[in-house]
């Protein structure tokens, strides 16, 4: 609404393991009201995560340099080089989405569970403290290595968690944002 507000263009890429909507950027609020309610009403043909393939795409069709924004939980590996790439022919702001349930396994006892990408089913022993320990290093572990490859690829980013909203991490990434220019 605010690139409508400022008769800026704006576009939409929705990716999995590959691209699955590229909506061209355009002027006008009918065009915006088709992006919501194309973003209402998608429905994911593919489960996997491709962030690299996204960027890719990005660079490949829009040739003008643009503010883009990556909206991800970042669940995903060798995209580095292309966060870089895009980051120097675009404006790339990065809001990495995340959910506390994602860094801390409760003690339910034992729990299947299906990986939302592959479609697998394990049960987990979610009593045993090694596994709830294992589990928040690795999560620990994917924030820091997202984190750091945000800052190495100079791209400014914020994280959205679920539980606290997007409205106080974005008011704060564009306040940094302007006091740097």
Excluded: C
């Excluded at 950027?25 to 194309?38: D, M, Q």
């Excluded at 980051?87 to 506390?100: E, F, M, Q």
């Excluded at 003690?107 to 709830?132: C, H, I, P, Y």
Aim: proline content about 3%; cysteine-free.
């Amino acid at each position: 609404f605010s690139a409508m507000q400022n008769n800026d263009k704006v576009g939409l890429i929705l990716f999995s393991d590959q691209v699955e909507l590229f909506i061209p950027p355009k002027k006008g609020s009918a065009h915006i009201l088709r992006i919501i309610r194309e973003l209402l009403q998608f429905k994911p043909r593919s489960r996997g995560t491709h962030v690299a393939g996204a960027l890719k795409f990005l660079n490949n069709v829009i040739k003008k340099r643009s503010i883009a924004f990556l909206i991800s939980d970042l669940m995903d590996e060798g995209f580095e080089d292309a966060l870089k790439i895009a980051n120097r022919r675009h404006d790339l702001v990065a809001l990495r989405t995340t959910d506390p349930r994602e860094m801390e396994l409760p003690d339910m006892g034992l729990v299947q569970f299906k990986d939302a990408e592959s479609g697998e089913v394990r049960w987990v022993n979610t009593a045993s403290k090694s596994v709830r320990d294992h589990y928040r290093a690795q999560a620990r572990k994917h924030q820091a290595r997202s984190r750091d490859a945000l800052r190495r690829a100079g791209v400014d980013h914020a994280v959205i968690s679920t539980r606290d909203g997007y409205v106080k991490p974005l008011m704060n990434l564009f306040r940094q944002r302007d006091h740097q220019r």
